[in-house]
């Protein structure tokens, strides 16, 4: 029935995994289809090695309950629904726990805008969440995820800066689908790797507003530039 759907998100977590963001079963993505009510996610510890269409998981964009699969869906599935809940504008989402955005996530701060390849991608800094209190730990650990990335999300927006890092864990990213996600989560890689190498020469700082907006805008919005138009 969600054939289409179960394929798209099998390759967007194969790209995930053929572009080594991933080791082991340490990852996920998933995509919506609002118009059918529904989310699609790689199941919960099945080897990437292993998964094939078939497995992906389906579930209820109104109440999470699952409505296609034989396999459990990720543990991290109540983290993916919230946000879809919470940001509508995205259709597709990707966690990792790829080692230079962990090492941001670890060390609780975000990876600020130092240079145009951030800046090409996503608009301003990369956040970062607050830990969760041992209540929400107790209570609904992945669900209280998302609030604690929403809430971050208080003055930002999500479809301008498609990532974040939840402290002590680790990156999230989105985008209209799955793939665009992925995309984003290989870059969002290389940017924390960029930011790591410019802190380890010396004193940092934020690439200046102007250039940030110009880099940001002629990719994105109503005057952007860049590409090949009707491509």
């Known amino acids: 029935m969600f054939e289409a759907l179960k394929q798209a998100v099998y390759d967007a977590n194969m790209e995930l995994y053929h572009r080594g963001l991933v080791l082991y079963t340490w990852g996920n993505v998933s995509q919506c289809d609002r118009e059918k009510g529904v989310f699609a996610i790689k199941p919960s510890g099945v080897e990437y090695e292993k998964l094939t269409p078939d497995d992906i ?10 409505l296609e699969g034989d396999f459990n869906p990720s543990s991290d599935t109540p983290t993916h ?5 919470a940001f509508e504008g995205i259709g597709g989402i990707t966690h990792t726990h790829s080692t230079c955005a962990v090492a941001w996530a670890q060390a609780g701060k975000e990876i600020p805008c130092l240079g145009t390849t951030h800046a090409d991608y996503i608009r301003g800094s990369v956040p970062v969440t607050r830990y969760l209190t041992p209540d929400e730990t107790e209570r609904a650990y992945e ?5 604690v990335i929403i809430e971050a999300f208080k003055d930002k927006n999500p479809v301008h800066t498609p990532a974040i890092l939840v402290r002590g864990h680790g990156p999230f990213t989105w985008g209209k689908d799955g793939a665009q996600s992925v995309y984003h989560a290989v870059v969002l890689e290389e940017v924390a790797k960029m930011a790591m190498y410019t802190a380890s020469i010396g004193e940092i700082c934020a690439l200046p507003a102007h250039i940030q907006d110009k880099h940001f805008l002629r990719k994105h919005g109503p005057k952007a530039y860049y590409g090949q138009k009707g491509k």
């Open 143 to 147: 669900a209280e995820t998302a609030t």
């Open 81 to 85: 629904f919230g946000l879809y809940r």
């Open 57 to 66: 998981v389906v579930l209820s964009l109104e109440d999470g309950s699952k």
